[in-house]
């Protein structure tokens, strides 16, 4: 155990973790090995499926839980599910109309399967590229109700996104939870898979106090998780609003900013 007062990090992952073409620097892998010499545990959560996030295993050497979807769903780096928090059955067919009726695309996502209605559809190929690997294509969502443990609504209009993140909260209430993890993606999961959500399950299975924990993140469903941790540094290229939720401020993810907040924030604390 180690007596630095912080003992584990929580990073998000797009536009944190990985640069704007989804890479992990040099630098940002060094951080890890450096928290792991000083004693610090470190761990992931993104609004990624559990898959999408595969690829870090190895080079961050992860042996945490890996919180995929929001929280949605916590995995093993071996990718075994160890808790799964679906959002209602009888809320999923109302939720993909109202997000359609704002003109979004819509993803659906049951366990670790990614369903698409259209695989030439918005962002869909950016998708891939980010997470590795493919959806399925199907005609319709009818029926899918069970087991789904989050929608994404997709478009390119900011205005659109704003307008239906606001209308889910108003017609679902705390039934689910709507948050943006990039600005033309509009993640709806259970109201319990969110990134504080992370931050408890974390602290407690892992015996670390909220207090010791260290998160940083660069979007609106950040913010929880900055509200649950002792220390909490946003990244240079989240907006104001982001920004103001945090203690720190880091450099961008294009700028190795998840490495000089680690060396400025956690390791000289």
């Not at 067919?93 to 918005?122: C, K, N, T």
Request: aromatic content about 6%; overall charge negative.
């Amino acid at each position: 155990m180690t007596d630095h007062p912080t003992r584990l990090v929580i990073s998000d992952v797009d536009g944190t973790l990985v640069t704007s073409e989804k890479q992990l620097t040099a630098a940002t892998v060094a951080a890890v090995r450096g928290l792991a010499l000083g004693g610090i545990r470190f761990a992931v959560t993104s609004g990624r499926p559990p898959r999408g996030m595969a690829m870090l295993v190895d080079p961050l050497g992860l042996t945490t839980p890996i919180g995929g979807f929001n929280g949605g769903l916590l995995v093993e780096p071996s990718m075994a599910v160890l808790r799964e928090r679906n959002l209602p059955a009888d809320l999923v067919a109302p939720v993909i109309g109202l997000l359609e009726s704002h003109g979004l695309d819509v993803w659906l996502y049951q366990g670790v399967e990614w369903f698409v209605l259209d695989r030439d559809g918005a962002h869909v190929e950016h998708e891939v590229f980010t997470c590795q690997f493919e959806p399925t294509v199907v005609e319709s969502f009818d029926g899918m109700n069970d087991d789904v443990v989050k929608l994404v609504g997709v478009g390119d209009l900011a205005t659109a996104i704003s307008a239906a993140t606001d209308a889910v909260r108003d017609a679902f209430g705390k039934s689910v939870s709507a948050s943006t993890s990039q600005p033309y993606y509009l993640d709806v999961t259970h109201p319990m898979a969110n990134k504080g959500s992370v931050v408890s399950y974390l602290s407690e299975t892992l015996d670390v106090p909220l207090a010791a924990i260290a998160v940083i993140g660069d979007s609106a469903n950040d913010v929880l998780m900055f509200a649950r941790a002792g220390l909490s540094i946003a990244m240079g290229n989240a907006d104001n609003g982001v920004q103001r939720c945090a203690r720190h401020v880091t450099r961008s993810n294009d700028d190795d900013g998840f490495a000089y907040a680690m060396e400025r924030f956690v390791l000289t604390a």
